[in-house]
DNA sequence: CGCACGGTTGACCTGTATCAAGCCGGGTGG
DNA sequence: CCACCCGGCTTGATACAGGTCAACCGTGCG
């Protein structure tokens, strides 16, 4: 039918064969249900450094899954000022939010090279009253998004600077231990002014309280080359501050 | 089938005349799809204010329509911190964060007495595979929830107190008019305790920025009563504070 | 009636923002 | 190959928004 891609092509972007897949889709599929996952992928796209994948107010049609690269998510006030909602990684999906209102509602910015699965939305819809596990799927990942942010929200609402980027830090190397990479050595792809931004603080926080990790012997920083060295105390700042 | 209510009770708890349906239930269903729409509400549940819905790690089985009362839902830090992460009024929906762990992450304490519409998830799940509006529907509310979270992100990250309060302010009247209450009163259902937590500010802080806009002439507060007085006046305050 | 809880207001303190200067490393062009 | 420049980063000095602590008030309930 339509613009399926062509055998070649599907072998191409085939998700039965990526190694991404249990990152990105159901396991425990039929091969049946493989054959037919794999035609949600229409095409792939690449995005480079510093340009969008989509803006807000595009129409939204497809949700994309990474498959190489980083992206951060922003939305933007009325005013002009942003705020980074998040950055994904290889495996996440991305577009979720243009679901509502048929048009995206935040920018998805490329912070590195970066290639991504096109899944028209339709086609996802369509299958997933077919295959259960895919619709199971697609639920689990919208529900962990917001759960996702409500652990966001309290970060933003209630923690101190030292706690926002022990947090942050650990959740970022703990997504990358995911991904086969150290548990304990990472490379930032954004600049400290994302961070910032994501964490609700300025970007001189973010250097000092990373000097000051570096200082009590938590961390090693070197540039955007971060070591975990005391990962526990990390630990104990985020969630021990006993407070009162 | 299984437990299913009988006529009877179908009756009492149908969506299909129900005054809520517009705002939980997908419009322009078929006669035939609105009488298995109405199978999907399994029973309705009481509860009374100060008491919770489901709590942080009960099985989740069900999603929420609030049928009258108010709710908040807030999550807790492992070591004891807690963060409102949303209000919720009738005709919403609660129970969203429950799906990808099987299992809620977070609280949702009833402010108000309470009635609402249990949905037991399975059978939503199964009936969107046949009623496509509903699957969409289903879609639509958790890319909703994503968005709007998103939008706390960007209040919590980058607004100061003032903005937030009169954000927080117009959001609530909105969602209230939208009810058909009025668009320039409302009776806060909320302390001023669960205000602050909600928007990263302490009590003090709400009290004294209710102060500041009544000084100013923007509302009227006398305890939980509010009357929104210039409404421009605050939206101004939210979306035009010419930073830098 | 009186207590308790929610709310207001004041005085003071502190964490983070702001402003400013300077550094470092990588890329570019001469 | 070197000099320069520029963006990203660090660090210091100071300002200020909001937090903290504390006293008091009002209202509704037991």
Chains 1, 2 share one sequence.
Request: with cysteine; net charge neutral; glycine share 6%.
């Amino acid at each position: 039918m339509n613009n399926h891609p062509t055998p070649k092509e599907q072998l191409q972007v085939a998700c039965s064969n990526c190694s991404l897949r249990e990152l990105c889709m159901p396991v425990g599929l039929t091969p049946e249900e493989l054959d037919r996952v794999d035609e949600l992928v229409a095409a792939r796209r690449k995005v480079e450094r510093g340009s969008a994948l989509f803006r807000r107010g595009d129409a939204f049609g497809s949700l994309f899954a990474i498959r190489t690269g980083f992206f951060k998510t922003c939305m933007a006030a009325p005013d002009g000022r942003e705020q980074v909602t998040g950055f994904q990684m290889a495996g996440e999906i991305i577009g979720l939010d243009g679901i509502v209102n048929d048009q995206h509602s935040c920018d998805a910015i490329a912070i590195e090279d970066a290639e991504v699965c096109v899944m028209p939305f339709d086609r996802i819809t369509e299958l997933s009253r077919d295959v259960a596990s895919l619709q199971r799927h697609v639920h689990r990942i919208m529900s962990r998004e917001i759960v996702r942010e409500h652990g966001v929200m309290l970060l933003l609402g209630s923690m101190r600077a030292e706690e926002r980027l022990a947090a942050f830090l650990l959740n970022l190397v703990q997504r990358l231990h995911a991904r086969g990479f150290s548990r304990s050595e990472l490379v930032l792809r954004m600049t400290r002014e994302e961070i910032g931004n994501y964490l609700g603080l300025k970007l001189e926080t973010v250097s000092r309280t990373f000097s000051k990790f570096a200082d009590d012997g938590l961390i090693e920083v070197r540039h955007r080359h971060v070591r975990i060295v005391d990962p526990d105390a990390l630990a104990r700042l985020v969630d021990q501050p006993l407070r009162n």
